[in-house]
């Protein structure tokens, strides 16, 4: 196994530790190993960033009629969502990740 088919996997080793061959490699490969190692420390991180729990939904809900009544906004289709977007820990949590998985296959440095 080379670094490109072990990064295609990667987030199925992330998850479940990977198979004989893919920890073969992980164990041989130091950057490999370094890539899971950042990976694993990143989602640690990202779990202190937040709180894992939205606000009360009294607040979301007054955001909502305040922009209602301004026009800014159509009603919302459903609770945890601000104008049709994911609540806050959610797409923190989702941009962490993608960023992480972008470093990882080398699109950031």
Partial sequence: M???EFQKVLPYIIESGGN???EAHLRECDVCSDLV???RYI???AK???PMHDPSPKVWDGIQENLQR???AKPARARGRLLG???LPSLSIFLLLFAAAAVGFGLLK
Wanted: glycine share 4%; charged share 25%.
């Fill in 2 to 4: 080379n670094c490109a």
């Fill in 20 to 22: 004989a061959e893919e």
């Fill in 85 to 87: 977007f994911p609540s």
């Fill in 48 to 50: 202190l960033l937040l």
């Fill in 43 to 45: 989602a640690e991180q």
């Fill in 70 to 72: 301004e026009g800014l």
């Fill in 37 to 39: 190692q950042d990976l």
